[in-house]
């Protein structure tokens, strides 16, 4: 257990390292603005899940190492800004495995608190990308789950595997590595090779 | 109950209808953003009256059978697409059905609570119409509440008129029909003869 | 305590005039729009601030007189609509105070469901501003803590400086007034000298 907290500090680093990037991006905002988007990216998910789930109080509002874990991220974005901007494979990959991680952690405190296991995988989802589209909505971007590649649906099929392997009586941390690497291959896939879910309707434009 | 229960379904079926149709007038996002906006437009507003109350477990969370619902909703959105989008007059029938329904229901759970008769009104209101400014959030239009045809409004005034009967005593069955027909007959009324609310300040293009 | 209630109302109705003064700027909506963007102005901080405390019932729901407050304050905007625009600095000094209040309000109620310092602050700086987040949000504007000068960091300053006081057990009104005028003042100086803090990266632009 004292690993994934570790984890979770991690994740929520490495979401508000890139809350703060993305809010950079727009107009040159100043330390408070950067910093606030960073918070926002790295605790919304967990926040909507844990309110929508009655469940209190909210980690990080107990808990300010999560603050610290913002900050810090905030920080390294500042430090290493120039460096980060090149690596984007690398950001890539912290936002990968930060959704990976969320998705699990999420489901599984869904599943702990007597949600279905439809509830809990969206529970699990929510945890991992409401927080990159609360960051949109701040800063006027198309929500990052209309984008083109695969994402949300990453963290479905993850937590599908997971609640699979669940009723199945799987050893849960081989189950946590299991599904994590599941919406992390996904991704990696879906981002290399350009993949995309079907459109709803090919023919929107025409019809309107 | 179990009348209204099914009417529930159906309302948030009907809600996840309108939303994945206006969801795909967006640049043809996926199928997962389409159900994606569905399922915001069909529990928003009721998730929302929820948080506020304070009233857990919430709805969707508990009973995934409206989670099915939504499906059901974007399922038959694709399929029925060409002939939904040339039935417009249908559509906006189920959306006043919709909202006729969520507003008062949403303004007994408050009742039910506790709420006085001015917050009821706000909730049932809140319930209808706040799934809808959601999914207008995120997929960047002037919220639903901003159009010209008298929406909300007629949503607050059938709470009022339920709330008056209900502290007259009134049948609680003919009180829900009486008050759900105000809400759909000034709704359709204002879309037919384009009815709207005087505006704030006339003058406001120029002071500016 | 009862002259802090009046405080409160009081705050509330400044929220709400600021709130259909910037509503009406976009796009002339009807009187239901206004009242709408002054009421989630007015209510949203301190709502997303119990929300996330898990502190029930929420303010409003429980008391119809913040409602009223309200109401009262879109009524004053129409009224006196010319004059409060003629008066802009009038109009920025009921925003300066409401923040300076709802600051400290906000944060002696996280206090005392015993969160700590840390979270104690933002959530005294979030019942201040994220009415005004919320507003911009439904009204597609920048978010005023994205704004130029110094807005949000005043708040937390001022929270930083009541916690000090706290720890220390200064008198609670000398705190609250001390606390208050910190605020209220950092807040003057910026759009008297036009202070903002410095920017996340100067060379953003460049970078991209």
Redesign the interface.
């Known amino acids: 257990m004292q690993i994934q907290y570790l984890f979770e500090l991690l994740g929520t680093c490495f979401f508000a390292i890139s809350g703060?990037l993305v809010?950079?991006?727009?107009?040159?905002?100043?330390?408070?603005?950067?910093t606030?988007i960073g918070f926002i990216t790295a605790i919304g998910g967990g926040?909507l899940r844990d309110?929508?789930?009655?469940s209190?109080?909210?980690g990080?509002?107990k808990d300010?190492h999560f603050?610290y874990a913002i900050l810090a991220g905030t920080l390294l974005a500042?430090i290493f800004?120039?460096t980060l901007?090149k690596l984007r494979k690398t950001l890539f990959l912290f936002d990968t495995l930060g959704i990976a991680l969320f998705t699990i952690v999420g489901t599984e405190k869904a599943l702990g608190l007597g949600?279905?296991p439809?509830?809990a995988a969206?529970m699990g989802m929510f945890s991992a990308v409401m927080g990159g589209?609360l960051r949109d909505?701040?800063t006027?971007e198309?929500?990052i789950?209309?984008h083109?590649e695969?994402y949300?649906?990453a963290c479905?099929t993850g937590a599908a595997l997971y609640l699979l392997l669940f009723y199945f009586n799987i050893d849960r941390n081989l189950n946590f590595w299991l599904s994590g690497a599941l919406i992390a291959g996904i991704r990696i896939l879906a981002v290399r090779y350009n993949l995309?879910?079907?459109?709803?309707?090919?023919?929107?434009?025409d019809?309107?």
Chains 1, 2, 3 share one sequence.
Not at 23 to 34: E, I, L, R, T
């Open positions: 703060a809010a950079n991006n727009k107009s040159a905002p100043d330390w408070f603005g950067v606030f926040s309110i929508l789930l009655g209190y109080p909210i990080w509002v300010v603050i500042s800004y120039t901007h949600a279905g439809v509830t969206i589209v909505i701040l006027n198309i929500p789950i209309f083109k695969i949300a649906t479905l995309s879910l079907p459109k709803f309707r090919k023919d929107t434009a019809t309107i």
